[in-house]
């Protein structure tokens, strides 16, 4: 079964500084990956993507993320922390080979974002 | 602009309540799904349509029924015997069923017992 595991519950930034968020998946194909954010009350919004091509993905607001087949792994980053990225962030996997698009969600990991 | 609108924001239901979540989309995607977010887990799968008059029960469909009769709306039914319904209940669509496609979501239902 393909599992998502984000390693942090909550991650606490000055701003300014660098940002990172971890995320290991457990998957027997190479699957697509997906990081999403989620304001308060609100949708979640797609932030980046991989699906098997550049293996450093940017993505909007100046985040990336680097996928590392041999350690499993899809951490996002930010060189500079804003305000206005303090939220929930969602690492996702879309397994290969199951007749749909069936998303498996981490449990999310909260930014929080001091002055 | 192109989107997913859910209504309403906020619902409260009654005990032996039947209510219904409206989810809307002008994407022209062909893949509609629900999902139901609590705190502290990621989003779980209710229901899931791959095209107009057809859907399939994802992890949690019970107490939950979906229909699609058009391409545009999937409307989600939490009927009473879904027994723990409060929680937040998001909307979203896909250009098709390939895993490469990402999926829109829309702003969300937050649905809590009166």
């Known amino acids: 079964a393909q599992s998502v595991t984000q390693l942090d519950s909550h991650v606490s930034v000055s701003e300014g500084t660098p940002v990172l968020l971890r995320c290991n998946y457990s998957s027997s194909y190479s699957p697509s990956l997906f990081w999403y954010v989620q304001h308060p009350n609100k949708g979640l919004q797609l932030l980046l993507k991989?699906?098997?091509?550049?293996?450093l993905v940017k993505g909007i607001n100046g985040f990336e993320a680097e996928f590392k087949k041999s350690e499993t792994s899809f951490h996002l980053t930010k060189p500079s922390a804003h305000m206005s990225d303090a939220a929930e962030y969602f690492c996702?996997?879309?397994?290969?080979?199951?007749?749909?698009?069936?998303?498996?969600f981490g449990t999310g990991t909260r930014l929080l974002v001091s002055p | 602009d192109g989107g997913i609108t859910q209504s309403p924001k906020y619902l409260f239901r009654k005990e032996g309540q039947n209510v219904t979540l409206s989810c809307e989309q002008n994407?022209?995607?062909?893949?509609m799904y629900w999902y139901r977010q609590d705190p502290g887990q990621g989003l779980r799968l209710i229901y899931y349509s791959q095209i107009v008059n057809d859907f399939q029960k994802g992890d949690i469909a019970e107490g939950y029924s979906v229909s699609r009769e058009k391409k545009e709306s999937f409307p989600l039914t939490v009927t009473s015997a879904q027994k723990n319904p409060t929680a937040f209940y998001l909307c979203?669509?896909?250009?098709?069923?390939?895993?490469?496609?990402?999926?829109?979501f829309g702003d969300g239902t937050r649905l809590s017992i009166l």
């Open positions: 979203a669509s896909s250009m098709n069923r390939d895993g490469n496609q990402p999926q829109h």
């Open positions: 996702v996997v879309s397994p290969p080979n199951t007749g749909f698009q069936k998303l498996v």
């Open positions: 991989y699906t098997s091509a550049a293996t």
């Open positions: 994407l022209n995607h062909d893949a």
